[in-house]
C-alpha cells in the first residue's frame, strides 16, 4: 500500500525549462484512497473554482452544473459507501445565494430539486436495511451487533447532516419555492430523527 503518491504528467515530447513548465507540466498528489483523494480534490479545487466562474453563457452553466452535480452526488456516494456511511452531497452553488434570489432561477431550482430527491432516496435505503435486518435475516450474533454499530453510528451522521447549514439553506429554497419534494424530505427525516430518539 503507498500512502501518499506523487506524479508528474509531461506533453508528450515536450522539452520542459523554467519558462515552459507551467503550460507543459501537470503535477500533483494522491493520498489515501483515489476515490476519497480525486473528492477532495473537486471540493477543494475545481468546484469552487467552476461555481465561482461567471463569464459562461446561461445555457452552458445550467447544462454543466446539472452533469456536474450528478458526478459529485456519485463520486461522494462512492467514496463515503465504501465506509458504510451515508453522506449527503451539497451543492455549494446555493450556499450564498439568498432563497428570494434562488426561487427565480428555475434551473437552479430543479438542481436542488434533484439533490433534495437524492438525500431522500438515501434515508430510504437507510432505514430499508435496517428493516432488512429487523424481519430476521440470518446473520450470527456478532454480525447482528457490528451491523447494529454501524447503524448507529450512520443514523447519528444522518441525524447531524439534517441540521447542517447548507442541508437547511436548501430545504428552505425549495420550501419557498413551493417544491412536492420537501414534504417527502421532511417525512424521512422525522423517521430519522425518531429513530435517534429511541
Known amino acids: 500500500n503507498v500512502e501518499q503518491l506523487f506524479y508528474f504528467i509531461r506533453k ?31 471540493n477543494g479545487i475545481y468546484t469552487p473554482y467552476i461555481f465561482g466562474n461567471t463569464s459562461w453563457p446561461e445555457s452552458i452553466r445550467n447544462n454543466f452544473s446539472a452533469n456536474f452535480h450528478h458526478f459529485m452526488t456519485s463520486l461522494t456516494d462512492t467514496r463515503y459507501n465504501l465506509q458504510g456511511q451515508t453522506v449527503f452531497y451539497i451543492p455549494i452553488e446555493a450556499m450564498n445565494v439568498e432563497a428570494e ?9 430543479q438542481r436542488l430539486e434533484i439533490t433534495m430527491v437524492h ?3 438515501q434515508i430510504k ?21 457490528e451491523f447494529w454499530r454501524e447503524q448507529c453510528t450512520d443514523l447519528s451522521g444522518i441525524s447531524k447532516q439534517l441540521d447542517k447549514p447548507g442541508v437547511k439553506h436548501i430545504e428552505h429554497i425549495l420550501k419557498m ?16 430523527q425518531v429513530r435517534e430518539n429511541h
Open 101 to 109: 434570489t434562488a426561487i427565480e432561477d428555475k434551473p437552479l431550482v
Open 125 to 145: 435505503e437507510f432505514l430499508r436495511a435496517k428493516e432488512a435486518v429487523e424481519m430476521g435475516e440470518s446473520l450470527g450474533p456478532l454480525e447482528v451487533i
Open 177 to 192: 419555492a413551493k417544491s412536492s419534494y420537501v414534504e417527502p424530505f421532511q417525512n424521512m427525516s422525522q423517521q430519522i
Open 12 to 42: 508528450e515530447r515536450a522539452p520542459l525549462t523554467p519558462e515552459n513548465l507551467e503550460e507543459n507540466l501537470q503535477f500533483g498528489s494522491v493520498r489515501g484512497s483515489p476515490t476519497a483523494s480525486l473528492l477532495r480534490l473537486m
Open 119 to 121: 438525500w431522500t432516496r
